[in-house]
């Protein structure tokens, strides 16, 4: 059986285009890759996916949200949709409880 790791308090998640689809992943997730041609829809993604894979790495339970809604991380797209890929484009933490359209729940 593998280490456990600990639970991350932030995840940083990058943001890159390949294409016409949009792809997020995070250097302290190996595995994580959401990627989808509608932004938004890539965006929504994001919370399922890093709190899915934290607990199957960890075995704990936890409820990853975006530290900033969508719009407020649209302002950080340029006018041409691309990102500076050096610098992470969403802080992920972890909440008290799962965001309305999330279908995933807490125990």
């Known amino acids: ?9 932030t995840v940083r998640i990058f943001h890159r285009r390949a294409g016409l689809v949009h792809i997020f992943t995070s250097p302290e997730l190996r595995g994580l890759h959401v990627g989808h041609s509608d932004l938004e829809q890539a965006f929504a993604l994001i919370p399922d996916a890093v709190s899915g894979l934290v607990e199957l790495e960890t075995g704990i339970e936890a409820i990853y949200e975006p530290e900033a809604p969508f719009e407020q991380f649209m302002l950080k797209v340029s006018d ?3 990102l500076d890929l ?7 933490k972890v909440g008290a409880a799962p965001s309305p ?7």
């Open 80 to 82: 041409d949709g691309e």
């Open 1 to 9: 059986m593998g280490t456990i790791l600990p639970v991350p308090s």
């Open 86 to 92: 050096a610098s992470p484009v969403l802080l992920m």
């Open 101 to 107: 359209r999330s279908g995933y729940a807490a125990a």
